[in-house]
């Protein structure tokens, strides 16, 4: 749990989000990626929740919500799926609008979230992801070999899922420290990275995040594709985070690419890897805090 805020289990969309909420104020959507949970957010969170009411739930197949099986087509874990869940989240609080921050797959849900759902969304945060059909185009050797994870975790069932069921504690925890800037665990909670190894040990879990990645190497690039042939466009204002040794440093003007999909984006670059909040939270309070100000 993060200090200060209580869980309930909401259903939505035909799954069980666990949700955790504190604050009063504009609804303030915190949106988590993989292979974390809600439990990435604890160090900014209750900042936030000094002027925001915020919820933070766990993506389907993340934490403790559901973890259904994936389907053929990829779509139970595509991010279409994923932002319809957000909705119905808010509908079911009540909640007819919301800004939202997401981080990594949660940013690929938050920016489907405002493609599909504009009218329930305020103002959107993006830390440390590109799109996804522009992450994909935007692959060199050194990319690859950096994002290798966006190849293996998609490839066809319980190829991946039986390599990570090998050993799933090992596996989490060499990813989490070979993404951030130490080459370390010390940016994390002992309470965070126990929720991590716990959902890395259930294979239901493992399943579901590599169908995340399977969504996002099929359904979710061509959706992206389409949708920018389209010329859809994000209507919200936009703020971009990212690190400086993270992925989008590595996948050319990150600014740049969401101005092709946004009107209003403000972006800046801060010392961390790919785990900004844990990472150089100071720098996430920084940029979000003014940007999410009523």
């Not at 103002?123 to 935007?138: H, R």
């Not at 080459?183 to 990275?193: G, H, M, N, V, Y």
């Not at 466009?233 to 992925?247: D, V």
Request: proline residues 6%; contains cysteine; glycine residues 6%.
């Amino acid at each position: 749990m993060i200090e200060g805020f209580t869980k309930t289990v909401i259903r939505c969309n035909g799954v069980d989000l666990a949700v955790h909420r504190a604050g009063q104020g504009q609804p303030l959507l915190l949106i988590h990626g993989f292979p974390q949970n809600h439990m990435c957010w604890e160090s900014v969170a209750p900042q936030l929740a000094r002027r925001h009411d915020v919820i933070i739930p766990d993506l389907r197949g993340y934490g403790e919500s559901s973890a259904p099986t994936n389907d053929p087509s990829n779509t139970t874990y595509s991010k279409r799926t994923m932002a319809q869940d957000m909705a119905d989240l808010l509908t079911a609080l009540d909640i007819s609008r919301a800004d939202v921050l997401g981080h990594d797959r949660g940013a690929r849900v938050a920016y489907r979230f405002a493609l599909d759902h504009p009218e329930r969304l305020g103002k959107l945060g993006i830390i440390e992801i590109v799109p996804t059909a522009d992450f994909w185009a935007s692959w060199t050797a050194d990319l690859a070999m950096a994002a290798y994870h966006w190849t293996f975790l998609a490839q066809p069932a319980p190829l991946p899922e039986r390599m990570i069921g090998a050993d799933p504690v090992a596996y989490v925890e060499w990813t989490l420290a070979q993404w951030t800037l130490t080459k370390s665990l010390e940016a994390f909670s002992p309470a965070a990275l126990d929720s991590y190894r716990a959902q890395a040990l259930d294979p239901a879990r493992v399943h579901a995040m590599c169908a995340d990645y399977r969504a996002g190497a099929s359904f979710d690039r061509a959706l992206d594709e389409a949708d920018k042939a389209a010329g859809k466009q994000i209507t919200a204002p936009l703020r971009l985070l990212y690190g400086a040794h993270g992925f989008p440093a590595k996948s050319g003007n990150a600014a740049e690419i969401w101005r092709s999909w946004a009107p209003a984006v403000e972006a800046s670059v801060c010392e961390a890897g790919h785990f900004v909040m844990e990472e150089n939270t100071r720098a996430v309070l920084a940029a979000f805090e003014p940007f999410f100000a009523p």
